[in-house]
C-alpha cells in the first residue's frame, strides 16, 4: 500500500494508488502526511473488500424506470403513463446513465429546484415539480418493494412546493339556467342529472336502468384503469322519474360528452365544464349543514383532504 508525495502551491501534500483483485484506484493529493494517507487507503481497501463479499443488489436506473412504466402502462391511464414517461426521461437526462443506488438526494432536490425556477419564470406553479417528486418516490419505492434493491430511496424527505390554490369556479344558477336553454331534452337531462347528483361523467356515462332505484342511484367509478369499480348511493334525482328504456341511462354518448362546452363558449360565459357542477353539487351540502363525512361518501372520496378542496361558500 505505496503512498506518495507531491509538490502544490499550498505545500507538500500525499496521496495513495494502489491495485487491489485487478481494479486500479488513486486518491487526490489532499493529505498533510503519509500516515493519514496509508490509513485512507487501508479505510478504502476494507470498504471495496466488504462490497465484493457482499455485492448490493442494485440495477441501471433506465432498467427500473422501463420496469415501472411497464407498470403503469397495465394499471393507469394512457395520460397519466404519457406524463410519467416524460418526467423520467427528464430524470435520466439529468443524473446520466446510472445505476439506481447511484441516484443521490441533493442530485433530486436539484432537479425539482432547476425545475421549479424554469416554471416559475414562465409564470407557472409548482403542480408539476410536486408531481415530478411523487413520480421518482414511487419509482424508487417500486424498485425496492419489487426487486428488493439495497438502495434507500432519495425522495424521502424532500418536500413539496407550494402552491397558490385558485378557488374552483362555480357555476351560477344563471349560468346553467342559460345552458339549459340551449339544450334538447337528452341533453337538459344529463346536465341536471350531474348537478344534481355531484356524478362524474364517466359515472353518468355508465350509469344503467337497474343502478336506478326508487329512492336513489347507484354510481360506479374506477380509480385506475384496471382497478374494480367501487358502488355509492346517490339520492334520486327528479330527471330521472322517467325511463328511457336503453340499454344505458344516457346511451346517446358512447364517449365523454362535448356539448356543453360548445354552448358555454357560445354563450361567452366564463369557462366552466362537468367537474366545476361537481363542485357546486359539493359546495351545495357544505351549505346545507351537511357532515364532511357524509359529503365525502356522496362524492366518492377515499381521501377527507380530498372532499375539503371541494368545499366552497355559494353565494
Known sequence: MPAYRRK????????????????????????????????????????????????RNDMALIELMNSKLDELK??????????????????????????????TKPQINKFLADFSKGLLGRGKTNYKVNACLRCFKTLFFHGIRLYDLDIKNPCVGLEFYPIAKKLKYIPTDKDIEAVLELCDPGERRLVEFVRDTGARIDEAMRLMPEDVLDDYVVLYTRKSRYSNLMPRKVPKPVCLNSSNGEDRVFNRWDRHPRFLEKMILRLKQKRWNWHNLRHRYASKLSKEGRPIFEIMALLGHSQITTTQNYLQVLP
Open 8 to 55: 502544490i502551491k499550498k505545500g507538500i501534500r500525499w496521496y495513495y494508488s494502489g491495485q487491489y483483485l485487478g481494479q486500479k484506484y488513486h486518491s487526490r493529493a489532499i493529505y498533510l502526511s503519509r500516515a493519514e494517507a496509508l490509513k485512507t487507503e487501508r479505510e478504502y481497501i476494507t470498504a471495496l473488500d466488504e462490497e465484493i463479499r457482499n455485492p
Open 74 to 103: 397495465l394499471k393507469k391511464s394512457k395520460t397519466y403513463y404519457n406524463e410519467n414517461r416524460r418526467y423520467f426521461k427528464m430524470l435520466h437526462d439529468f443524473v446520466g446513465n446510472v445505476k439506481a443506488s447511484e441516484v
